[in-house]
């Protein structure tokens, strides 16, 4: 599985910004697909993951600020972050389970200036 992250870039504080994430299959075959962040210094952490079922779930940290969505006819998941903080700058990656296998797409930066 191979996955495509985009749409990373430098905001400034209270902006917007969308991440879009392709997968080489088809989404249906993926467990769960999420976005992950790194900032420096600092341990890898979820930021959002959506399921099959289109069960989602967030970090307390985004939430009511960032939205995961999916579209399966192009096989893409977005993140949808508004009302970005400082805090929010880091290396977002998107990632994808089959259980028990994990993927992880290359990670695109997130720059939020206060």
């Known amino acids: 599985v191979q996955l495509q992250a985009s749409g990373g870039g430098l905001v400034q504080a209270g902006g917007s910004l969308k991440l879009s994430c392709a997968t080489s299959i088809s989404i249906f075959s993926l467990n769960v697909m999420g976005w992950y962040r790194q900032a420096p210094g600092k341990q890898r952490e979820l930021v959002a993951s959506?399921?099959?079922?289109?069960?989602?779930d967030y970090a307390d940290s985004v939430k009511g600020r960032f939205t995961i969505s999916r579209d399966a006819a192009k096989n893409t998941v977005y993140l949808q972050m508004d009302s970005l903080k400082p805090e929010d700058t880091a290396v977002y990656y998107c990632?994808?389970?089959?259980?028990?296998?994990?993927?992880w797409g290359q990670g695109t930066l997130v720059t939020v200036s206060s």
């Open positions: 959506v399921t099959t079922g289109v069960m989602t």
């Open positions: 990632n994808a389970r089959i259980f028990p296998r994990v993927y």
